[in-house]
């Protein structure tokens, strides 16, 4: 069957039961290792609760992030994406389950971790060159002094200048530079470019990218700026209500979507798996997950990143999907 692109788009007739061809994205290293591929984190039914009455704010989420990817963690206000970044961390103690960092707990191998939180803890008496100094101080093994100062150095600072005294984003690169400074095998980032201008934000991005891919670093970084996140990782984990909703390669799991549209009812689209239906100028217009092919004259396209991910926060109940190298080797997936 022939497809054809429309506005950069591929669309067919009929849709096809195979997966197909996504967007190339930058391709990368995977793993330093040979065979098995490591695993950077495996939750395995972890659950978080700040209080004994309090609602879980991770509950129950089993799944696995292999070594080398970036990803994106995504989710609603309050899904519980600061929790797992903490957890991972080794800054909070899971309620329930266990969460391991490179097979271990976290913490155990926290010379290979750097965990950004989301408020950029700094002391504010120390100048930039102080800052800079604790960390060769606490990473002696691992500390590339001339690539934090670059860091500093692109942004226009001074090593003399007091970290009280540097505006909300000064502080964030001061942030970054003691994180990558440290060339961890993982990068745990809380919001990392919130309070950067566009100009610092593209810089940055493109800085921890580069030496990502370069060094096989693995990311797992919470944004809500999708158009940031669909050019710089290649794997995401949805998180919503506490549970992981979608988690996967990210041309894996657009390539398990099909956007439809045409006439008729979403019990029409049986037997795939309707994300989320609406009524369109169109007719019905749904996010699918395709189980063979999509028959009945419906017009199919492939959905963007940013589709995917507003069709699963709008249907906060439709069922959970992470593809195979993504499912904890411990349990079954969640529903
Ligand atoms: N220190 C805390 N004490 C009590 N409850 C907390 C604490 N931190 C977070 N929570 C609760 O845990 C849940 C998950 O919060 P979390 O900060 O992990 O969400 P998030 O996905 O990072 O949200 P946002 O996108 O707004 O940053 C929320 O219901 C929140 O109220």
């Not at 949805?238 to 549209?261: F, K, N, Q, S, Y």
């Amino acid at each position: 069957m022939s497809s054809e692109k429309q506005g950069g788009r591929t669309t067919t007739p009929k849709g096809r039961g195979e997966l197909r061809d996504q967007p190339r994205r930058r391709s990368r290293r995977q793993t330093p290792h040979r065979g098995t591929p490591e695993v950077a984190l495996e939750a395995t039914e972890l659950t978080k609760r700040y209080s004994r009455k309090a609602t879980a704010a991770l509950d129950n989420c089993s799944f696995r992030l292999p070594a080398g990817r970036i990803s994106a963690l995504v989710g609603p206000n309050g899904a519980g994406k600061s929790t797992l970044l903490a957890l991972a961390g080794g800054l909070l103690r899971p309620t329930t389950g266990t969460l391991n960092v490179f097979g271990g707990a976290p913490g155990e191998f926290r010379d290979r971790v750097a965990y950004l939180a989301q408020n950029k803890p700094l002391y504010g008496q120390l100048t930039i060159a102080e800052t800079l100094r604790m960390g060769a101080e606490l990473n002696p093994d691992r500390w590339d002094a001339p690539y934090a100062a670059r860091i500093i150095e692109e942004g226009s600072l001074q090593p003399g200048q007091k970290i009280r005294r540097l505006s909300g984003g000064q502080r964030t690169r001061v942030a970054l530079a003691l994180a990558l400074g440290k060339r961890p095998d993982l990068m745990l980032l809380d919001e990392p470019m919130a309070d950067l201008d566009p100009l610092a934000r593209h810089e940055l991005m493109g800085t921890l990218m580069a030496d990502a891919a370069e060094r096989g670093t693995t990311v797992l970084m919470s944004s809500h700026i999708v158009s940031e996140l669909a050019d710089a990782c290649d794997h995401l984990l949805l998180l919503g209500g506490g549970r992981i909703r979608l988690g996967g390669g990210i041309d894996d799991l657009l390539a398990a979507h099909t956007l439809v549209t045409g006439r008729g009812t979403p019990a029409d689209l049986a037997p795939h798996t309707v994300v989320e239906a609406r009524a369109s100028g169109r007719g019905l217009t749904a996010l699918i997950r395709r189980d063979g092919p999509v028959e009945g004259g419906w017009a199919t396209e492939d959905p963007s990143l940013e589709e995917l991910l507003l069709a699963h926060l709008r249907s906060p109940d439709a069922p959970a999907l992470l593809t195979p190298g993504t499912t904890s080797t411990r349990t079954a997936v969640q529903a």
